[in-house]
């Protein structure tokens, strides 16, 4: 007998500070900390209202120390805390990436599995505001690109909670990247498909299991975070012209759902990846090896897409910055092409 | 500036000048940003607007840069952070340029490439960083050319208290007693980091004694008063350029605006900033001005009058020059 559920709609930034919140409860070793999230709420919301319930002990400000604070949670996670560090913006990796790669990542297989390091490392994602080169990137890349840490990155507001939910009770480092433009903020435009039914209680999503945000038969775009907003808008699109747009949320890139990935390319015979990070060696080109490893059982009819950032750091200039990152435009036009773009021989 | 009565009316004058600039930004900045025209639900849209992004304003913060940059020359450096205006100002950055990168444009010092947190202006010898605390060791790198050059410049590191808890902050301020460096690093106190307040930061009340860990001399300047940094940055700058190492000074001074333009600032007492600026340093140094006969009403109003022109005709070079076009996307990744 299934009971109910009680949903209401909520923000991404309001699905996380639930999530978080609801796991507080039930979990007094969880706790907060990072800069501004505690009176603040957080730069970005994720922990609005925490600290007026849990107060500061457990919703800790903390000096702009990264790397003292990114060390701490990984002291404090072996002792058996679980604690939730928040890295303002995932750009400022390289004030501490020494206690995240070196450490966090490595110290469970290097104690031969003997040490559990049960962190989550929060962290604000993406670019399409102007905030340039230090304050835009996306990166989950180069954490996936290295062993050791699991990397969460939600598209909407239902994702969110379960996928944080998941994050804390897991017993491994989880670096969980929210993207800034569909977090629901007052103060920036954000694609409103993000903000969804949330239900009240507390549920937790598995890692590794991608979504099929929409089924399709001409095409596979395979993709995640903000860019499945704009990929829903350029199927609407594509929907228009009679081309038939599969899309896939990764929802996790560590793990990684390869079986979806390639049931749903094997489907469509063609695939292209949206992608808000950079495009060499990343995300991208992983999917596509994927599929090239598997072409023994995927039959393409076109050659692979990959639309991503170019080699270049995030521009300030508006059009400028428009241009380097995929928009809803450039997947219709990638689509388009794809479809007049068949395998030679 | 060969005179202490030229330096006393430069700093004055560019303290109106900081504050016109900061001021006019602050409503040019709000242009698109405020509803109705931006999306439904919102209260302001960050990304909105001829000056998109984030945007750190200094307005209150003058003293501290006119009070060390009255003492440097052409050819000494100036490492700021993200609130870098009043630095930038301060070390003879033109104002055109300087507005156009924060319109994105191409006549702007980066092409509009960096915005208003990374503004590099080689031929002044100024540079900033988005990252806090970035800058200190970058300015320690300045010193060490010089030294090595067999210059007798100096180089400024500006950040503000929060930074001073940063790793990269300590491992500079070692280093450059180490080297001997002809560095000087000033530190703004300006009570808040985003919205924590020092004291939630910060074990010790003043970053000035922590220069005593490092061996070399710290200053506090408890007023943000531009004769007092004046007096407190000649002494280090002087003692850097004889060769003599670094200083560190940790100057009091006064935040007017939010954090960024649309901070909420919830966490500020309410009429804390109304009561700051009763104490404005402006006036403070006017009256100084007055009493030795340097400054009257009418020379007061001529110079407010040219600062006023000379800020408009920056912003109007800004809103009127071109954007890059977008192949520009792709370049100066690397140099030719």
Same mark, same amino acid.
């Given at each position: 007998?299934?009971?109910? =559920?009680k949903?209401r ?6 699905a $996380? ?6 796991e ?9 900390? +990072? !800069? %501004?999230?505690?009176k603040y ?24 120390s !990264? ?5 701490? #949670?990984? +002291?404090?996670a072996? &002792? ?5 560090a !928040? ?15 070196n450490?966090?990542?490595k110290?469970?297989y290097?104690?031969g599995?003997?040490?559990?390091l049960?962190?989550?490392v929060m ?7 102007? %905030?340039?080169?230090q304050?835009? =990137?996306?990166?989950?890349a180069?954490?996936?690109h290295?062993?050791?840490?699991k ?9 969110a ?5 998941? #994050? ?10 929210y993207h800034?433009?569909?977090?629901g903020l ?5 694609? !409103? ?6 239900? &009240?209680?507390?549920?937790? $999503?598995?890692?590794?299991k #991608?979504?099929?945000?929409r ?6 775009i395979v ?11 350029? #199927?609407?699109?594509?929907? &228009? ?22 049931a749903?390319?094997?489907?469509? +015979?063609?695939?292209?990846?949206a ?6 060696f ?6 596509a090896?994927?599929?090239a490893e ?10 692979v897409?990959?639309?991503?950032v ?34 030679g021989? | ?28 900045y709000?242009e698109?940003?405020l ?5 439904k639900?919102?209260?302001f ?18 003293p ?5 940059c ?10 700021? /952070? ?7 100002i ?28 990374h ?16 800058g ?13 050059l067999?210059?007798d410049? *100096?180089?400024?590191a ?25 560095? *000087?690093? *000033?530190c ?10 020092k004291?939630?930061?910060?074990a ?9 860990g490092y061996?070399?001399?710290g200053v506090?300047?408890?007023r943000?008063?531009a004769? /007092? ?10 003692r ?7 200083t ?10 939010g954090?960024?333009?649309g ?11 109304k ?23 009418a020379?007061? /109003? ?8 000379? *800020? ?15 192949a520009?996307a ?7």
């Amino acid at each position: 007998m299934t009971t109910q =559920q009680k949903t209401r709609t909520l923000t991404m930034a309001q699905a $996380i500070s639930e999530a978080i919140g609801q796991e507080m409860e039930r979990d007094e070793r969880v706790f907060v900390m +990072g !800069e %501004d999230v505690g009176k603040y709420g957080g730069i970005f919301s994720a922990t609005t209202g925490l600290y007026e319930r849990f107060g500061k002990e457990r919703i800790m400000d903390t000096p702009i120390s !990264e790397t003292a604070f990114m060390g701490a #949670a990984i +002291g404090a996670a072996a &002792e058996g805390l679980r604690p939730i560090a !928040e890295l303002m913006f995932v750009d400022f990796f390289g004030v501490c990436f020494d206690q995240i790669y070196n450490h966090l990542a490595k110290n469970t297989y290097m104690a031969g599995g003997n040490l559990t390091l049960p962190a989550v490392v929060m962290t604000g994602i993406g670019g399409g505001y102007n %905030d340039a080169a230090q304050h835009s =990137q996306c990166l989950y890349a180069s954490f996936a690109h290295m062993p050791g840490m699991k990397v969460v990155v939600p598209s909407n507001a239902y994702d969110a909670k379960g996928l944080m939910i998941q #994050a804390i009770r897991d017993d491994n480092p989880v670096v969980y990247c929210y993207h800034k433009g569909i977090m629901g903020l007052s103060w920036m435009s954000y694609f !409103e498909g993000s903000t969804n039914e949330v239900p &009240e209680e507390a549920y937790a $999503i598995p890692f590794g299991k #991608a979504r099929v945000v929409r089924e399709g038969t001409d095409v596979t775009i395979v993709t995640l975070s903000q860019m499945v907003q704009k990929a829903v808008l350029a #199927a609407d699109t594509l929907a &228009e012209e009679g081309i038939s747009a599969e899309i896939i949320d990764l929802r996790t890139i560590v793990p990684l759902d390869t079986e979806t990935v390639l049931a749903s390319v094997a489907k469509t +015979g063609r695939l292209l990846v949206a992608d808000e990070d950079y495009l060499h060696f990343g995300l991208s080109g992983e999917i596509a090896a994927l599929v090239a490893e598997h072409l023994d059982s995927v039959r393409l009819k076109a050659p692979v897409r990959r639309l991503a950032v170019d080699a270049v750091p995030i521009p300030f200039s508006r059009p400028l910055e428009q241009h380097v990152i995929p928009q809803v435009d450039g997947i219709v036009a990638a689509v388009k092409a794809q479809l007049a773009t068949p395998i030679g021989l | 500036m060969e005179t202490t009565s030229d330096r006393l009316l430069w700093m004055y004058r560019t303290m109106v000048e900081i504050r016109e600039y900061e001021e006019t930004m602050a409503k040019v900045y709000l242009e698109g940003k405020l509803p109705p025209k931006i999306q439904k639900g919102l209260a302001f849209d960050i990304g909105a607007g001829p000056v998109p992004g984030e945007m750190h304003l200094a307005a209150g913060q003058e003293p501290v840069a006119v009070g060390v940059c009255a003492h440097l020359r052409d050819e000494d450096s100036v490492v700021g /952070a993200h609130r870098p205006h009043h630095f930038a100002i301060a070390k003879g950055v033109p104002l055109n340029e300087m507005t156009a990168e924060m319109f994105g444009k191409v006549t702007g010092l980066g092409r509009g490439k960096g915005g208003h947190m990374h503004l590099f202006d080689p031929a002044h010898k100024f540079s900033c960083s988005g990252i806090v605390g970035a800058g200190a060791p970058q300015a320690c790198g300045a010193a060490l050319a010089a030294k090595k050059l067999g210059k007798d410049w *100096v180089a400024i590191a500006f950040f503000g208290e929060g930074a001073a808890n940063q790793g990269a902050f300590h491992e500079a301020l070692n280093l450059a007693a180490l080297w001997k460096l002809p560095v *000087v690093f *000033v530190c703004e106190d300006n009570k808040y980091g985003i919205s924590v307040e020092k004291g939630d930061s910060t074990a010790i009340a003043s970053n000035a004694d922590r220069a005593a860990g490092y061996g070399m001399p710290g200053v506090l300047v408890e007023r943000n008063d531009a004769l /007092a940094v004046f007096e407190a940055a000649g002494v280090a700058i002087d003692r850097a350029r004889r060769g003599e190492g670094p200083t560190l000074i940790e100057v009091k001074t006064d935040r007017y605006y939010g954090h960024f333009q649309g901070d909420p600032e919830t966490y500020r007492p309410k009429g804390e900033v109304k009561a700051l600026r009763e104490h404005d340093p402006i006036p403070a140094l006017g009256a100084v001005l007055r009493e030795q006969g340097l400054l009257d009403d009418a020379r007061d /109003a001529e110079l407010r009058e040219a600062i006023r022109s000379k *800020v408009q005709a920056a912003f109007d070079f800004a809103r009127h020059s071109p954007y890059p076009d977008v192949a520009e996307a792709h370049q100066h990744v690397f140099v030719d």
